[in-house]
């Protein structure tokens, strides 16, 4: 089980396959174990590297917590796998640490994934202070309520029965630290970036989003893809939040595609064919 460290925090993280390298970002709360629907495609033509963010999984939890940490953290988990370039692919936090990732060291990143994410400019919502209040309760209580509404907000209308079984299965499993996920959400609601910022970032894009995601609204996955200059966006119609879920093999079909024509590109480009 390989493990890193970003300044005394120690980071748990995994990989598979041979290739390209893609690096998954997973979001708030979860560890990334949730990342089980998408881990086997890519890895059948790429070298998937994955890590727990701080506060779940098998790595450290810290009381407080940036978006520029967790950026650190997984910057970290690259340079322990010996990786200088990746696919950097991230869902909801996940996907606004890639774009935080990209902003400071655009030179590391072979395409960008941001998925059900926005860009947290200046006036938008953030979680309200009295729902983040609620992490204070204790543990078991906390425990209990996050994962009995997962079924209600997080799937969609097209979301297959048996697949969301599949994932409260998993998600029962999955560990978190309660002080490390209020580290987590503070981090989210003190961030901001810009359009401006974000507008700069040229390399090939994918925004994926579903329509009925009610967690981030589904306008922000436009206008990212709008603001993105080099971006596609994918609608992944009928689904909530949890698009990987939702949308099945055809949408994380469309994401493989997308990294495996980036790399022929490039490999074009790279021998001088057309």
Same mark, same amino acid.
């Given at each position: ?8 925090v120690?980071l ?7 290739g390209?390298? %893609?690096?998954?970002?997973m979001?708030?709360?979860y ?7 998408m881990i ?11 890590f727990? /963010? ?8 810290t009381?407080?917590?940036t978006?520029?940490d967790l950026? /650190? ?24 640490? *890639? ?6 060291h ?13 860009m947290l400019?200046?006036?938008k919502?953030r979680?309200?202070a ?10 078991s ?5 996050m ?5 209600d ?9 048996d =697949? *969301?079984?599949?994932d #409260? ?12 996920? %209020?580290?987590?959400?503070a981090?989210?609601? =003190?961030?901001g ?9 040229t ?7 579903g329509?009925?995601?009610?967690t981030?609204?589904?306008?922000w ?8 200059? /080099? ?10 939040? /949890?698009?990987?879920?939702a949308?099945?093999e055809?949408?994380r079909?469309i ?8 790399? #022929? ?9 057309p």
């Amino acid at each position: 089980m390989p493990f890193t460290v970003n300044k005394g925090v120690r980071l748990h993280w995994d990989e598979k396959g041979q290739g390209t390298p %893609v690096l998954l970002v997973m979001g708030h709360r979860y560890s990334s174990a949730m990342w089980y629907p998408m881990i086997p495609i890519l890895a059948a033509d790429h070298r998937v590297v994955w890590f727990d /963010n701080r506060g779940t999984g098998e790595s450290d939890s810290t009381r407080k917590a940036t978006i520029e940490d967790l950026a /650190n953290d997984a910057f970290a988990v690259m340079d322990a796998a010996g990786i200088e370039r990746a696919h950097l692919f991230g869902v909801s936090m996940g996907g606004g640490i *890639v774009l935080e990732m990209a902003m400071r060291h655009p030179e590391r990143v072979i395409s960008l994934l941001p998925g059900c994410t926005g860009m947290l400019t200046a006036e938008k919502p953030r979680m309200p202070a009295f729902m983040r209040a609620l992490y204070y309760l204790p543990p078991s209580m906390l425990k209990l309520l996050m994962r009995g509404g997962q079924a209600d907000h997080g799937y969609g209308s097209a979301a297959n029965l048996d =697949a *969301v079984a599949v994932d #409260q299965a998993v998600l029962a499993k999955d560990k978190f630290v309660v002080s490390g996920v %209020v580290a987590q959400a503070a981090a989210i609601a =003190a961030y901001g970036t810009t359009k401006e910022a974000v507008a700069k970032l040229t390399m090939p894009s994918l925004v994926i989003h579903g329509d009925e995601d009610h967690t981030v609204p589904f306008q922000w996955g436009v206008e990212l893809a709008e603001t993105l200059p /080099n971006s596609r966006f994918l609608k992944v119609e009928g689904a909530g939040h /949890n698009f990987l879920v939702a949308g099945g093999e055809p949408t994380r079909k469309i994401i493989a595609d997308f990294i495996n024509e980036i790399d #022929q590109r490039d490999a074009a480009a790279a021998t001088g064919r057309p």
